[in-house]
Nanobody, 115 residues
């Protein structure tokens, strides 16, 4: 199943972006999903996650700034990112949480935050 993330771009520090990820063909509604990111030279890390019931969890470095949500009817995952910092610069991906081999990571979407 291909995962298609979009919505990235260049933004100044303090700005906002909203990412979307379409998981067509997946058993979207029953899965827990997550947003991940990978900065240059660093390992991919989990940013935020959401379970089928809607409960969410966030990495400490984005708590209070990012909001994850889901639309099961559209098989779409969202990440609202506010108060962006230069350290948030990375390629952002979505996948199930934990990641499953049958969900292809895709190219992700690049977020660049300028100071």
């Amino acid at each position: 199943v291909q995962l298609q993330a979009s919505g990235g771009g260049l933004v100044q520090a303090g700005g906002s972006l909203r990412l979307s990820c379409i998981a067509s063909g997946s058993l979207f509604s029953i899965n827990a999903w997550g947003w991940y990111r990978q900065a240059p030279g660093k390992q991919r890390e989990l940013v935020a996650s959401i379970v089928s019931g809607g409960s969410t969890d966030y990495a400490d470095f984005v708590k209070g700034r990012f909001t994850i949500s889901r639309d099961d009817a559209k098989k779409t995952l969202y990440l609202q990112m506010d108060s962006l910092k230069p350290d948030d610069t990375a390629v952002y991906y979505c996948n199930s949480n934990p990641p499953r081999s049958w969900y292809v990571w895709g190219q992700g979407t690049l977020v660049t935050v300028s100071s």
